[in-house]
């Protein structure tokens, strides 16, 4: 009944023998009478080569599969019959989030554009374009943090990596004001590097 719905069980059963002798070798006598296309293609199913074509790669490789990161530590709480915990409703981390988000997003646009196609380089324009660039990439890598490290998991990597963000996000703002009033500002830089 098996073979029915797998055919490649029956392709496997009826060639394990000759499967294990071809495995480790390049070239057989059978291999090289059947190479041909027209062989190949009037050959009936159950007869074709019953090694997958994963396995024959794999012969060929000297060195073994590793993994990158290991899987983190599994731990169950509570029993399969459990409900899972819903969060309580907080429009800060919902539907207003999202939306300040997509504001921030779409407001980068035209304080991108505006500068250069206007072509007056007004300090106000520079500034609010630097507390939305300081806003979005926070915003960004916090998206991220949020997603690859839980806090059920790797609480301590979690902490880490928020107060990581926070200290490099202070830092850039920091750096950021400094170039605005003591230098020539974002745009300005920009628009020297364009015509340089």
């Known amino acids: 009944m098996a073979s029915i719905v797998r055919p ?26 059947r190479s041909s296309p027209l062989v190949q293609q009037f050959r009936p199913a159950f007869e074709r080569s019953a090694i997958p074509r994963s396995t024959r790669i794999a012969a060929f490789h000297a060195t073994q599969r590793q993994q990158i990161l290991p899987p983190l530590p599994q731990k169950v709480i509570g029993t399969t019959n459990d409900p899972t915990p819903v969060p309580d409703p907080a429009p800060a981390h919902g539907s207003y ?20 196609a206007a072509g007056s380089l007004n300090p106000t324009t520079d500034a609010i374009l630097c507390a939305l660039l300081v806003v979005h990439s926070h915003i960004g890598f916090e998206s991220c943090i949020i997603d690859y490290f839980p806090t059920k998991r790797v609480p301590k990597t979690r902490s880490a990596a928020m107060w990581a ?11 950021l004001y400094s170039f ?6 974002i745009t300005e830089a920009i628009y020297r590097l364009w015509h340089a």
């Open 180 to 185: 605005e009033t003591n230098d020539v500002g």
């Open 165 to 175: 963000l926070r200290i490099s996000t202070v830092t850039l703002g920091i750096a």
């Open 8 to 33: 490649g069980l029956l392709r496997q059963a009826c060639q394990a023998p000759v499967a294990s002798q071809r495995m480790f070798s390049t070239v057989t006598s059978s291999a090289m009478k």
């Open 97 to 116: 989030h999202w939306s300040f988000e997509r504001i921030v997003a779409a407001g980068l646009i035209p304080l991108t554009v505006a500068p250069f």
